[in-house]
Structures are given as structure tokens and as C-alpha cells.
């Protein structure tokens, strides 16, 4: 059963604007989901929606198999959020903002328990200190803390790593596999694709408020995924002959390397074709490589070819 | 019931006073003695006796509802306006909280607030003035329902109102004014009779009134209706909570 389930999901805010339109997803228990897309897609009114923070226009959603209206306890109860704004008080404490945080989800004091969330977000040493004299990533790993204070089973991460510098970021994701190593869902935005295409086993690419794609990062990048075969010639070429023309090739690096780009969902590369006219053109390289084309690559081809 | 979140608004809530507790006692200390100084000095030494008490001792019940009601309302709409404002609201929003526990929460610590003003103020007068309070259970029963009502009033209001303009506008324009006509510093027996019969329609005079009979038993209205109307009153601000968070009015995108 998945943990949770979205079904004909739509949203239109009072100004007329259809944020979400008919989203249908499914999030796997135990899985890291990247949320992508452009600015003003809709993600963090998805979000916001399974959240409680928003209403919906049309359709359900089901988080742990409750309801998130008529069963609303239950399946908030489940979730920690870290949103993409940073809101957050002012003159409390770090300790104190995320011990709110923990008694407001229901539970009942833990310090060792903050202290570990503490200390995992490099915090543990502003503890005391009051949050308006942090800087703008503390403040961001202190609404981290604040989501992680009540134990979730799922965490929403809408662009945690924002504002974040690569140091900490890279401590940040550690404490996200931890988490998923624990078994908590993760449901993350972000536009850091390497984020993403690192961190996550899933994607989903939403734009103009639809879901138009989720799939295994694997699988996408396969099912999606350029590659290019780079062969590095033993003489430098001044142009390609004619009669490979047909192939579309690239000359790079002053005519030493001749760059071939294929796509791995056809039924043939064209690679034996190649090699073969190569051959009858005289053509001889020392060295050969392929390399495939990043998540990013894909979303921007992706999201291009929607809107 | 999520009691362990009721407790920790309330305590966030608290914090906040506790923190500002010299500017939340100072003023009213003040404005209650310049209140004495100015009507029971000047209005004091003409009008000397209202129904057998001095001016002095008939105002003081007054002069607490009149923080109460600015106090409350103040406190409430400014508890639950701020985390509209500041967005961290969001974290109330997707806590496992009823709409009941919520107001629990943030309308208790308000009237919480409220009552310990009303005490201090009510210390501050009899610093200056002679004191009975002839049914303390009553005293003390009008002073938390009215502090609860107005409390709801105020937050109430801190839902409904999206720049701090709109916050200030209904205690400066309506409740004040209600207030200082509500009886407070005179007796409605002492307006003519057109004005006695307006004055009815204002639902401060119904606090006042039944406060001021738990003092020294004088009363403008029969202290039955001032509790039924207060209860009333309280009614009609529950319901509208309840509205409220049943629709998200102006609490959810
Ligand atoms: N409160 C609101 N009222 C009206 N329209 C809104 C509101 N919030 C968001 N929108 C609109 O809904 C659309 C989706 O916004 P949303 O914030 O969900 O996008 P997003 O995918 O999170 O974008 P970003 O990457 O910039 O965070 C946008 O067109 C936005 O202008
Ligand atoms: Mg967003």
C-alpha cells in the first residue's frame, strides 16, 4: 500500500489561477521522491495541500491510509514539513521553537531526542540562542529540526537546501539517508538536479500544475537518457567528409575528437553503421567513451517540450 | 485530545508575556492611577456618593472591565494575527490540533493574560480607594467569562484581519467607545431616560453592570441578565470559531 495516494487532485486558488490539475501520484513507503519543475508549477501547493495548509478544489488524498480531512489526526500526525519559505519565530530559542514543535505534534518530551536532532543538523552549539541572531541557513536546518522534533514517518522537504552552503548541504543529505535508512518517506523539491538525481529514487516532473511524468531516476534516465560516443581520433580532422553525413556528427576538441549522439530507447544506436562508414572513410581513433546525459538535460528537454 | 499541544501554545503564548511583562503591567498600573487621578479627583469632588459608594469605589469595576475588554481583545487578536503574519502559522496548520484545542490554546493564554491584569488593576485601586467585593465567586466568575469572551472576540478578529490597520480599527472604533459609554464611570440611571433605554443596546453595559453588582450590589440591569447575556455573547463568538476553522476562512490558501 503506498503511503501516500493522491487521486484526481486539483486546485484552483481564488484568483481563478488552476494551480493543480488533476495530479494522481503514489509515494512508496520508504522511498526518496524529487519533486521537479519550474518556478510556479505547483509543487509547493501540492505539498501544502497533503499538509493541511491549503485547501483542494477537487479530489482526495490518503496519507497512511487515513484521509487528510475526516481522519485529519491521523495522517498529519504522520508528517513533518520543512517549508520553502522560512518562517519562523524571532526571539525564541532554538531549543524552545523545536520543543514547540514536538509538543504541537503531540508528543511528550524528549530532550534526548532534540539533541540528536540537534546535533545531527550542526545546531547543537546555537541551542540557546535566539533565532532572529541566526544567519539565513541556520534558520533553514532550525525548520529542519522543528519538522524532524516529532519523529515523522514522512518528511517534506520543499528546497531544503536552499540558502544552504555545500559543506552543510552535504551534511544535510547525510541526514536524510540516515532518515530513509530508518525507514521514513522522503518527499523532496529541488532545483539542484544533482540533488536529485544523487539523493532520490523516484522523480516526478510536474510543470503548469500537471504531473507529466514519474518514474525510477534509473529507469527515466535510461528510458530518456542521451548518450553520446566520443571517439578521439589518431589524425586531427579539418572537417567531417561528406559521406558521413548522415550520422549528424560533432567535430570537437580542434578536430581531434568526433562526437556521435544517440538515444538509448531507439531499436538501433547506429553505432555498427557508423563504425562501418568510419571505416570506409579511412577514419581511424585511438580511444573511445560514452557518456550519458544528466537529470537536468532530461528536465529542461522535458519540461520544454510541455510548455 | 492533544494536550501536550494545548500546552505548548499556551506556554509559546505565555512566554511572549512573560517576556514583555513590564510594558503588559506597567501601562495599565499607570493608566488606572491617571484614571483615578483624573475622574476621581475632578469628577470626584462633585459628584461624591453614586447610590451610597464614593465615586472612587463605584468606578473601580469599570475601570477593570475597560482593560479587560482592550486587554483581551488585544492579546487574542495579536496571538494568532502574528503567525499570520510572520507565516509561521503554517506549523499550527499541519499539526494533529482540532480547531477546539487551538483555541484552547491561544484564547486561554490570552484571557490568562486579561485576568492577571484585572487583578493587578484591581490591587492598583485599592491602593487608592477603599475595596469590598460582596460576592468574590461572582467577581471572579464575570472576570473569566468576560475575559474568555473577549479574548474569542479578539482572535476572532486576529483571523479576520490581513494588515495591522484592520487590527487596531474595531477596538479603537467600536469597543472603546462601547466601553466608555457602557457605564463605567456613571451610573445609566443618571442618563435621561431616551439615552437610558440606547444605552441598553450596548452589550458593555450588561458586563459592567453585573461586574459592579459583584462589588457592591448595585446594578443598572438584574445580574441574571448580565450573565445571560454574557453567555450569550460568548455563544455567539464560539460559533463563529467554529465557523472559521470549518471553512479556513482566511486561515488556508
Ligand atoms: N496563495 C496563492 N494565491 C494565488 N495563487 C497562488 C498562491 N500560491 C501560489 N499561487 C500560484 O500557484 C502556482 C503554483 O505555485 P507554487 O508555489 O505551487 O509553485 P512551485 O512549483 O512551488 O514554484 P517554485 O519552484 O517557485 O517554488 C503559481 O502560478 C503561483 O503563482
Ligand atoms: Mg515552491
Redesign the pocket.
Known amino acids: 500500500m503506498p503511503i501516500i495516494s493522491i487521486k484526481n487532485l486539483s486546485?484552483v486558488?481564488?484568483?481563478g489561477?488552476r494551480?493543480?490539475n488533476n495530479v494522481n501520484l503514489d509515494i512508496e513507503s520508504g522511498e526518496i521522491f524529487a519533486l521537479l519543475?519550474?518556478?510556479?508549477?505547483?509543487?509547493?501547493?501540492?505539498?501544502?495541500i497533503i499538509c493541511g495548509i491549503?485547501t483542494r478544489s477537487e479530489g482526495s488524498v490518503m496519507v497512511g491510509g487515513h484521509d487528510i480531512d475526516s481522519d485529519y489526526r491521523a495522517a498529519r500526525s504522520l508528517i513533518g514539513l520543512v517549508p520553502?519559505e522560512l518562517h519562523t519565530d524571532a526571539f525564541e530559542t532554538v531549543w524552545a521553537t523545536v520543543s514547540f514543535s514536538r509538543g504541537l505534534f503531540g508528543k511528550r518530551k524528549n530532550p534526548a531526542h532534540i539533541e540528536k536532532v540537534l546535533r545531527d543538523l550542526s545546531l547543537w552549539d546555537k541551542k540557546d540562542s535566539q533565532i532572529v541572531t541566526l544567519s539565513g541557513g541556520m534558520k533553514r536546518r532550525v525548520m529542519i529540526a522543528k519538522a524532524l522534533s516529532h519523529e515523522p514517518k514522512i518528511l517534506f522537504l520543499?528546497?531544503p537546501t536552499a540558502g544552504v552552503d555545500v559543506e552543510l548541504r552535504k551534511g544535510m543529505w547525510d541526514v536524510v539517508r540516515e532518515l530513509r535508512a530508518s525507514g521514513v518517506t522522503i518527499i523532496l523539491?529541488t532545483?539542484y538536479i544533482e540533488e536529485a538525481e544523487e539523493m532520490a529514487d523516484r522523480v516526478g516532473v510536474?510543470a503548469n500544475?500537471e504531473l507529466i511524468l514519474t518514474e525510477h531516476k534509473a529507469a527515466l534516465m535510461q528510458k530518456l537518457g542521451k548518450k553520446q560516443l566520443t571517439l578521439h581520433l589518431q589524425k586531427p580532422l579539418d572537417a567531417i567528409p561528406a559521406q558521413l553525413d548522415a550520422h549528424h556528427l560533432e567535430l570537437k576538441a580542434d578536430g581531434r575528437d568526433l562526437v556521435y549522439t544517440y538515444d538509448t530507447r531507439g531499436e538501433r544506436t547506429g553505432i555498427t553503421a557508423l563504425m562501418n562508414d568510419l571505416n570506409a572513410a579511412g577514419i581511424r581513433f585511438k580511444d573511445l567513451n560514452t557518456s550519458q546525459s544528466s537529470l537536468e538535460e532530461i528536465f529542461v528537454s522535458l519540461v520544454h517540450r510541455e510548455v | 485530545m492533544n494536550i501536550h499541544a494545548i500546552k505548548a501554545i499556551y506556554k509559546f503564548e505565555m512566554s511572549r508575556t512573560w517576556r514583555t511583562l513590564l510594558q503588559s503591567i506597567v501601562s495599565p498600573v499607570i493608566s488606572t492611577s491617571l484614571y483615578f487621578v483624573v475622574f476621581g479627583a475632578a469628577i470626584g469632588s462633585r459628584i461624591t456618593e453614586i447610590e451610597g459608594v464614593s465615586y472612587g469605589t463605584f468606578i473601580v469595576p469599570g475601570l477593570i472591565m475597560l482593560s479587560l475588554l482592550t486587554q483581551s481583545i488585544a492579546n487574542a487578536s495579536f496571538g494568532i494575527y502574528f503567525p499570520k503574519f510572520v507565516g509561521t502559522i503554517y506549523e499550527i496548520l499541519s499539526a494533529p490540533i482540532s480547531p477546539l484545542e487551538i483555541v484552547i490554546g491561544y484564547v486561554g493564554a490570552a484571557a490568562t493574560k486579561s485576568i492577571i491584569l484585572g487583578l493587578i488593576i484591581l490591587a492598583t485601586a485599592g491602593l487608592f480607594v477603599p475595596l469590598k467585593i460582596a460576592h468574590p465567586f461572582w467577581m471572579i466568575g464575570f472576570l473569566v467569562l468576560t475575559a474568555v469572551t473577549f479574548s474569542l472576540f479578539g482572535f476572532i478578529i486576529g483571523v479576520w484581519a490581513d494588515n495591522f490597520e484592520k487590527l487596531q480599527v474595531i477596538p479603537l472604533l467600536i469597543v472603546t467607545p462601547l466601553t466608555f459609554l457602557g457605564g463605567s464611570f456613571y451610573s445609566i440611571n443618571m442618563l435621561p431616560p431616551v439615552w437610558q433605554t440606547i444605552t441598553l443596546f450596548n452589550p458593555v453595559v450588561y458586563l459592567v453592570s453585573g461586574f459592579r453588582w459583584s462589588f457592591s450590589e448595585i446594578a443598572d440591569v438584574p445580574v441574571g441578565v448580565s450573565f445571560g447575556m454574557t453567555l450569550l455573547f460568548l455563544a455567539l463568538c464560539l460559533i463563529a470559531v467554529l465557523w472559521i476553522f470549518k471553512t479556513g476562512y482566511r486561515l488556508k490558501?
Open positions: 486546485k486558488y481564488p484568483s489561477l494551480a493543480l519543475g519550474p518556478n510556479g508549477a505547483g509543487k509547493t501547493t501540492l505539498i501544502s491549503a520553502q520543499d528546497e523539491t532545483h510536474i500544475g | 490558501k
